[in-house]
């Protein structure tokens, strides 16, 4: 079966669409960009480095005057926030290990050969605009209203698409769900897994009775991460923990939960007050849940300890989803970005027969690379086809050329139910006849032959029950397995941080 097509965590079916437009809705909210915009240079540093190096990553240089003009950004943006901003060279520090995360993405993209183009981005701004309900002016309104570039918008867009399709392609392998795992969940559910809904967490009173509670417990978490180096002595270890320590007694003196999260947290969401967003109880990690199970809005837990570190949380919301807002009440763009902030909650899946169309398909895929660029790619699978065409076995080629995990069996992906694969290869592999081979397709995987072998329909009302136990289970572990992917991006690459050592030498 295929490693990387197939994608449980709610299929991914709109991860590229949906991803970015959260993302982007976020910063049409005042929320930081996900990747360092090349603005202006910013006014001289208090700390002048003589060759006005911040940080060297692999063989990219990230600048002084670079880390300046996004530290000047990120201000701004905390303050419209309301989120205490730390010190200048606190701020500048916090950064630079953004700008550092970023550049390690995009190499890894170029490694692969994933390259976004504009007519993707455009597709996601147009996107954008329309689940917000309004025009592409508009949001272009909204977005330079809040202080941020158009342009520098489109930059932010661009990197959320190519971390999502890093995502796709490199973390869901790193996850493994067996059939025991299905088993277990869906008896711990009583047999009823839940499907997905959009749904707000707290939306806007209406005059009306109030609806009872519906799904899951909603749980808005933030975090401070005091991180621990991997194989660190007893001595480090138990100096971190005094660390977290400090900052906990200093948080129950009173201090600002998103100030110190800013000023000391190594989380990816430092300079978001640590927010991590809503989540339903229990797919937040098992540590989380356990620590906040009875800590009250406002509530910080104590000290939790994980393998990346010491946690420290602060449980900003919890509720109950309730009736999404009535037909044809548009709310404006900023306010549904906090709407879009809100994992999903679940209801109760409809009983009874399903028939589903499956469609029994093979392909053959060859991944892009530094080596193998799109046109190569492509023209490899042009070459294949043309052979096919004059009558030699797809799958006998599949077994040859494909670098897919169902290369030994011809290529052979079974029988795939909607939803079930990448939207590019199932929009591909819809418009086939029975026998008929497709052009080459592009995917966040590599580019595709699909060929397909049949259709039936199915009553899939179990089946379709274990694939929702399934994806479920993958929206759980994608988070932290995404954390541990880079993670190794880290620990692979050539890292030398000048203001981590210049701040270092200091203390």
Do not use: C
């Not at 540093?45 to 692999?58: K, L, N, P, T």
């Not at 029950?465 to 479920?472: K, S």
């Amino acid at each position: 079966m295929m490693s990387g097509l197939r994608h449980p965590a709610r299929a991914l079916s709109l991860a590229i669409v949906l991803g970015a437009w959260v993302s982007a809705s976020a910063l049409a909210a005042g929320k930081p960009a996900h990747r360092p915009a090349q603005a202006a240079a910013a006014p001289a540093a208090s700390e002048q480095f003589v060759d006005g190096i911040a940080a060297i990553v692999d063989k990219e240089v990230i600048t002084l005057a670079q880390v300046d003009a996004k530290a000047v950004q990120v201000r701004r943006q905390m303050e419209q926030q309301r989120i205490p901003v730390p010190e200048a060279a606190v701020l500048r520090r916090q950064v630079l290990q953004q700008m550092i995360n970023a550049a390690l993405q995009d190499h890894e993209a170029k490694r692969v050969g994933i390259r976004v183009s504009d007519a993707q981005v455009d597709h996601a701004v147009q996107t954008i605009a329309q689940r917000n309900r309004i025009t592409v002016d508009q949001l272009r309104n909204e977005i330079t209203s809040s202080g941020l570039k158009w342009d520098d918008y489109r930059v932010d867009l661009r990197s959320q698409i190519q971390d999502d399709m890093l995502r796709q392609r490199f973390v869901e392998d790193r996850i493994t769900i067996s059939d025991s795992d299905v088993d277990a969940f869906l008896s711990m559910n009583d047999g009823k897994p839940m499907v997905t809904q959009a749904a707000a967490p707290a939306p806007e009173p209406e005059p009306e009775p109030a609806p009872k509670p519906t799904g899951p417990e909603l749980i808005e978490l933030a975090q401070i991460l005091i991180e621990v180096p991997d194989y660190a002595a007893e001595s480090t270890v138990q100096e971190k923990r005094k660390q977290a320590e400090a900052i906990l007694r200093k948080l129950k003196s009173g201090a600002d939960f998103a100030g110190v999260a800013a000023a000391s947290s190594n989380g990816p969401q430092a300079l978001e007050g640590g927010n991590m967003g809503i989540r339903p109880l229990h797919d937040w990690p098992d540590l989380f849940s356990q620590a906040i199970a009875n800590t009250p809005p406002g509530g910080i837990s104590g000290i939790v300890q994980s393998g990346r570190g010491f946690h420290i949380l602060k449980v900003l919301r919890r509720g109950y989803a309730q009736r999404p807002a009535p037909k044809g009440a548009a709310k404006p763009a900023q306010a549904q970005a906090q709407q879009a902030q809100a994992q999903p909650t679940r209801a109760p899946m409809p009983s009874g027969p399903m028939m589903v169309t499956q469609t029994h398909a093979r392909h053959i895929l060859i991944k892009t690379s530094k080596v193998v660029s799109d046109d190569k790619a492509r023209a490899t699978l042009e070459s294949l086809r043309n052979r096919i065409e004059h009558g030699e076995s797809f799958a006998e080629l599949a077994k040859r050329y494909s670098e897919d995990a169902s290369a030994p069996q011809g290529g052979d992906l079974g029988w795939l139910n909607p939803g079930e694969t990448v939207p590019a290869f199932e929009q591909a592999m819809n418009a086939l006849q029975d026998g008929q081979v497709s052009e080459p397709v592009k995917s966040p995987f590599g580019w595709h032959l699909i060929q397909v072998e049949g259709r039936q329909t199915k009553n899939m009302e179990q089946e379709f029950r274990r694939m929702q136990a399934r994806r479920e289970l993958m929206e759980r572990r994608i988070g932290p397995a995404y954390e541990d992917w880079l993670d190794q991006l880290r620990g692979q690459a050539y890292i030398d941080n000048r203001l981590d050592k210049a701040a270092s030498g200091s203390r």
